[in-house]
């Protein structure tokens, strides 16, 4: 069923040419055309599904409700297509089957998989503020919570919707999150947690462990990593923010412009530059001539669909003269005209709602696209097209006059015409035909196969002739198809029609990947040499294939893993389609065994000696391809690329916004992390741009290490452009900082990190994955922005304030600078106004994106007044934007400053056999932990990487089985990190020297723990002033509150950024501005984890909570 289309329309991606229109559309103020699907990993229920869709249905109608009230009467959900599982029967519930709907196209996604969001939803995001997102994934244990009010559970799915059709952000923090941290800590000292709200919000401060949280009498909250704020069931006046305290009974709207928190660093502040969620909505087309309705009916209309993803058959019949003369004969051209037929009868019988398509070809191809292959009849259901069909196959004759063909043509028409079914179950193009077919090189074998593959096109070959030449079965096995070939037509359609069969009831499955597909020039004097890399799913028929001019000699050798070299037979040398006009050679070798894992190497060797026309430096493209390594291994990892298109639009409004484009690669057990991922740009064929693809939360489009690969592109001209995707695990050092997490960190849905799973070796090349249109290239573009922005107070020398910044160059940065003022309504409101600081240490020259950028900066001091600063980015066109904001103390410590630097520190450390503390932190120096999946459960990789490479700070791991580790520096800014297997009988101390009066030098401060990993305890020592104060253990010392820094940890005393001080005993209220996601149930209870259980919240191993949103 065909999905219409309205006056204003959002296309939240487009993956390929040519796809079904799947937008979402605004009429009326109702939403229409939204595509909520049940993954096929939900079993179908013992009542058929009914309970479960009466409460998909119920949500789905009070989310209705919500929206249409937060929005003040504007929009609302009118009408809902719901996809159910194709394995689900028809019997309980009624569906209309469909061909154009599945759930990889789904706006709404209904999984069993906690893995990710565990029961909470949770929106895949471009991470550009005021950009459509993804999707939403909605866990079905959300949907069947029978503890939580539908009320609380609508409202958290408009938080979701908001982040998917408005690209607003949620307006608070997450437990043990560097980036977007749960406390923050407010320029008066004192830390609070992070929200938007127009007023207060009353609640307590609880503790995980029981009991109250501790307060001293500067309002620090000691050990956060523990601690969370609890609201008040009742009496709250508070009525914004859905996206933060949204389960709050009073709250019903998205955070209002005048009364917006500005300084939380939360994502909302991050990516938006501060500005509240109503703020960016207002500037939408959503509502910019949407008027309020107040008595529309804002139940919406439920269509429930079925895609039984059974692939499209696309039949293509060769109608010139046979190259065969018997097979024009009465036994040949029967076996044929039966051999297709019976196909029509067995499908009708067993698979009858097949689509099936007729078109014929002969004669030399015209060259023009699309324009070879006829297309006779449409795909239609084989039990309603059956009639149509066998009076083709009746009909059926050969021409007398025509005797050539061009198979290459025809592959490259129906695969442009059959990508569209990429996502709902794919096809199968059956190619009948004669061989000795011709081609005018408009296509080459290659490039077609790595289509074929890439668009779930499987291509199965019956071909007939007095040879066999070889070209179509290159084809068919560089695209995993299947090449049948007689002599003259027999009963070889019999195997033919049981191998379609079985694809149509069982449905098509990736099981061959182009690794690596890559262009080059080559000389004699300078032979290719490359990498490849094979990993555990695949590894069979491994094939290697070099498309050359046809002069010249050219010559592959391979060397394994091992270091072995292996020498490959090759087969004979051939031109492209076996053509003998074609101007293209084709040197072909196949790995005879399964391909060792690991990473291979090849060199490719070029020879013009005996050819005095030969090209000095001709072009060669060198094609690696490998097939699932065996019936037993996992499935192969799927691409699934995203270009966010722009809100009302079909395309890329460069007006609006840049090109954010953005991949995943996903395995059977969830998406590849530790990959470097690039998207190579065409525009009419001309490469255009390289644009790297991060996945460290921490770039602008990047919204959090999730899987997610996302870079931004600004086109300089309008036109449809192409993307070729390339991937590799751990082949290269990525720009960016990554962070070590805490171990609860994913516990919450969904910070700056998100779990992922390391496949290693995985390599693949994705051309031509995604094509896009943009317009408007000519226009005002919006500026890269800073999102990462973080930092440390240093101290105060001569009247001069000294700060340690930290961020991540974004996109497209032409240049950056750092401005100051001492208030932060001038920075958030008129940065470009504000006050250069002085760069004293490094540089901000480095403007490449990924790049980390580390500094020390001055600006004057006034006594009692904090210093706030921001990030301005330049990017195309001169257009300026500010980032987050930073601060220092309002009374820093008296501290020379000297270029960054300590002398030496002392760390002695075990672990309590009780109880263990983790803390996370980023600093300069980084690490990288990625988590990986296996029978045994979840496993952590810990690696490190260095931080600037001239004079920022640099680090070292080592691993030793003591229990006490001395680390010892030397001049220069350096760490030493030491990573200690721990008894887990022992106590943690941690000391540092007393600051006294005068305040800690570079030397004294700044220790961290930086998290314990498999009983591994790691350890930091944090140097060039990182800004944390803490007494000694034994005795009172200063106890000054630490700087503004979200990433200074330590046991006890977790950095962070607030609004208003808490009182050293609770019950206390929170200031404008204060969140937390955890809820307090209407009567108070003494146990924490009761409480927490009454009110559907989750504590999990007794030390990690599930929270709301």
Known sequence: MARSSYNITLALIVLFVGMVDLSIVLEDNGYSNILVAISKDIPQPDDGGIDLLDKLKTLLTQTSAVLFKATENRVYFKDIDILI????????????????????????????????????????????????????????????????????????????????????????????????????????????????????????????????????????????????????????????????????????????????????????????????????????????????????????????FQNKMIPVVY??????????????????????????????????????????????????????????????????????????????????????????????????????????????????????????????????????????????????????????????????????????????????????????VKDCENGLTTERRTITSKKDSIQTSNPWIGSFSIDGTVGKNTTIVLQSPKEGSFTITLTDPSGSPLTLQNEPEVNNWNDPDSSIKVVWQRIADTAAIGQWSYKVDYDKSSCSTCDAEPEIHLQIGSSIRSETSSPLPKIQPWVSLSPGSDFVDLSQHPTVIQVRFDSAEGPLGGLTATANIF???????????FDTGLMDSDVAKDGIYSGIFYPDTDGIYTINFYAVHGNSTKKGSDRLLSSDQNSYCCGSSLPTITLNYFEITANEAVHFKAQNAQSEVVSPIVRDFQGNTYGVDNNLVYAELKWTVPFDTISQTVKYSEDYETLVNACESALDALVVYDSLDDVNAGTPVYIYVSAPYTKDKNVYFVVETTGKDETKVCSNLVWTERNPPAYIFTTPGPTSSTISTTTGSTSTTTTSTTSLPTTEASTSTSQDGPTTEVSTTEGPTTEGPTTEVSTTEVSTTEVSTTEGPATEVSTTEVPTTTEVPITTEDPGNEGLTGAQIGYIAGGVVGGIVVIGAITGGVMFYKKKQSGTGNSLPASNSNYDRGEGREGGYSNSRYQSSTPYTSPSGGMNNSRQPDNQVQNFDEAYDNIGVTIEDDDMLMTAM
């Open 315 to 500: 039949i293509a019949v060769d109608t010139s003269k046979p190259s065969n003369p018997n097979n024009t004969l009465g036994q040949q051209l029967g076996s044929f005209r039966r051999g297709l037929q019976n196909l029509f009868i067995t499908l009708s019988d067993t698979v009858p709602d097949t689509l099936v398509a007729w078109s014929t070809f002969e004669n030399v191809d015209s060259g023009s696209e699309g324009s070879y292959l006829k297309e006779e009849l449409p795909a239609t259901r084989i039990q309603d097209g059956k009639g149509d069909l066998d009076a083709k196959v009746n009909s059926f004759a050969y021409s007398d006059s025509v005797m050539i063909r061009d198979v290459s043509a025809v592959i490259r028409d129906a695969e442009s015409r059959l990508r569209k079914y990429k996502d709902v179950g794919g096809s199968i193009l059956y190619v009948v035909t004669s061989n000795e077919s011709e081609t005018n090189d408009t296509v080459t074998e290659m490039n077609l196969a790595e289509k074929l593959l890439l668009n779930n096109i499987k291509l199965v070959v019956a071909e007939s002739g007095p040879n066999l030449r070889k070209d179509l079965f290159r084809i068919s096995v560089l695209s995993k198809g299947s090449h049948y070939f007689t002599p003259a037509w027999d009963t070889t359609f019999s195997k033919i029609n049981e191998e379609i």
């Open 85 to 304: 599982p194709s394995s689900w029967t028809s019997t309980a519930i009624q569906s209309t089957n469909t061909i154009t709907l599945s759930y990889q196209l789904a706006d709404i996604r209904l999984d069993s998989d906690r893995a990710v969001s565990g029961a909470l939803p949770h929106t895949s995001h471009s991470g550009k503020c005021g950009v459509t997102g993804d999707f939403i994934t909605l866990p079905i244990d959300y949907v069947m919570d029978v503890e939580e009010t539908i009320e609380v559970q609508a409202k958290g799915l408009v938080q979701q919707w908001a982040q998917l059709r408005y690209g607003v952000f949620e307006e608070h923090g997450f437990p043990n999150d560097d980036l977007l941290p749960y406390f923050y800590r407010h320029p008066d000292g004192y830390d609070a947690v992070s929200s938007s709200n127009d007023t207060e919000i009353k609640g307590d401060l609880k503790s995980l462990s029981g009991g109250d949280c501790e307060v001293d009498a500067n309002g620090i909250i000691s050990n956060q990593g523990n601690c969370r704020f609890i609201p008040s069931a009742t009496d709250q006046t508070a009525t914004t923010s859905l996206m933060s305290f949204h389960w709050l009974e009073s709250v019903i709207g998205f955070s209002e412009i005048s009364k917006h928190d500005k300084r939380p660093p939360h994502r909302q502040n991050r990516l938006c530059s501060s500005r509240s969620s109503s703020e960016i909505m207002a500037n939408l087309p959503d509502f910019s001539n949407v008027d309020p309705i107040p008595s529309q009916n804002t139940i919406p209309e439920f269509r429930q």
């Open 683 to 693: 525009l009419d064929s001309v490469f255009v741009a390289s644009i790297p693809l």
